[in-house]
């Protein structure tokens, strides 16, 4: 099915979601839902013979399970599954050495510019940011030690686009991997690898659990050498999420289209209304005409999802008392969720971009990011109206 305009979706997705790893015959009992193993480790017939398993942090049955979904849903040969979103950054980035270099978009999640910035860079690895929807800037950044390109669209929270393609035909030329974070819209809207992509990241906390109660990252990806090199970096830094937590997310998934497809309508709705708002400077969103790279997300996309950011007419005043007026969407981090959440990037989600490039980008205190959830359409357009009414008194 396609959403008006966009990429047609494929129809088995939601089969593939809600069958794919989850083989009952895998398990002795034949179990439909897969068992949560806790067991951190596993008998040996004899030293180093074993079924599979034999410690929790090199492998896992239920995190096995969760494992196999995601590979699918991303038309993936290979999934794995990290302790956090940013864990999943962190392993993708240890495939690099120290002396190597990569290139990232300058309008990313505030928390992957910190670990980028503070630590990455004390490991002797350095990053060039670009604007990602200016190809000429991207070619013009590369240089013999570059690495990889780390793509994040759309962007947080300023929702630009970049052609997943156009960069990895730039970044192949000269050997380069390119790793795409996905969490915005999920691989029901997106799906990199097949756009060229060597690997996608994900902050599962966000759509892919849809449940604002796991932190959880993972990494899918076609090529054999990179699965085997961040398998073994998920042994042996660690950061490996719980089998409970695996049984959640797993579950989760099984309903992804469903709750994707009501974000993107009520998102769309939401972001109509606030365009033709008084009270509204600029509306960011790729699904409405306005957005300067409109035309590549429909040709990108099979959907948009529930995260738009807009700015609102004003100063920090204005927004501040908007945000305390709201009473259905609450004021918290963290979006994807089934309820609507609102946020303040420049002292929240992004306080720890440097103020220049938040003011470079636009990351001014009068834009807001909003994840639209679940409700319905018309509270939270009220919501939205009395709170941006409250915002000017
Ligand atoms: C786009 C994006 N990528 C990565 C992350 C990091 O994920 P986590 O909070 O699961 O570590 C976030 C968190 O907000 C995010 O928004």
Not at 167 to 186: Q, R, Y
Not at 337 to 354: D, K, N, Q, R
Request: glycine share 6%; proline share 5%; aromatic share 8%.
């Amino acid at each position: 099915m396609s959403a008006a305009g966009f990429l047609p979706n494929d129809s088995s997705f939601a089969t593939r979601a809600i069958h794919d790893g989850q083989d009952p015959e895998k398990w002795s009992s034949h179990c439909m839902i897969p068992p949560i193993v806790m067991s951190t480790t596993f008998k040996q017939s004899e030293p180093c013979v074993f079924k599979g398993y034999d410690y929790s942090r090199s492998g896992n049955p239920t995190r096995d399970v969760l494992e196999s979904c995601l590979a699918s849903l991303d038309d993936a040969k290979y999934g794995l599954a990290y302790a956090s979103g940013l864990g999943a950054t962190t392993t993708v980035i240890h495939l690099l050495n120290a002396g190597d270099h990569f290139v990232a978009m300058d309008d990313l999640y505030g928390g992957t510019v910190r670990y980028f910035n503070k630590i990455v860079k004390r490991m002797n690895i350095n990053v060039t940011y670009v604007d990602g929807t200016d190809h000429n800037e991207i070619e013009a950044a590369i240089r013999d030690n570059t690495k990889l390109i780390w793509i994040e669209t759309p962007t947080n929270p300023l929702l630009k686009v970049a052609d997943i393609k156009k960069i990895c035909d730039i970044a192949h030329k000269k050997n380069i991997l390119v790793a795409v974070d996905n969490t915005f819209l999920t691989p029901y809207f997106q799906r990199p690898l097949n756009l060229g992509a060597d690997m996608v990241v994900y902050s599962l906390t966000k759509y892919m659990n849809g449940h604002s109660d796991i932190i959880m990252g993972a990494v899918t990806t076609n090529n054999q050498e990179v699965y085997e090199n961040l398998k073994f970096l998920q042994k042996s830094l660690g950061i490996v999420p719980s089998p409970f937590d695996c049984y959640l997310v797993n579950r989760s998934l099984k309903t992804l289209h469903i709750r994707m497809k009501e974000h993107m309508a009520n998102g769309l709705a939401v972001g109509k209304f606030l365009e033709s708002h008084p009270l509204v400077e600029k509306v960011n969103h790729p699904g409405l005409p306005a957005h300067p790279q409109y035309e590549l997300t429909l040709r990108q996309c099979h959907g948009h999802s529930g995260m738009i950011s807009f700015y609102i007419k004003g100063g920090l005043k204005e927004a501040k008392r908007f945000l305390s007026a709201l009473k259905v969407i609450t004021l918290a981090e963290s979006l994807g969720g089934f309820e609507s959440l609102a946020e303040i990037p420049s002292l929240m989600t992004h306080a720890s971009v440097p103020p220049e490039q938040r003011e470079k980008l636009g990351l001014t205190d009068n834009l807001i990011r909003l994840s639209v959830g679940l409700e319905s359409s018309e509270d939270l357009i009220k919501d939205l109206d009395q709170a941006l009414q409250a915002s000017a008194k």
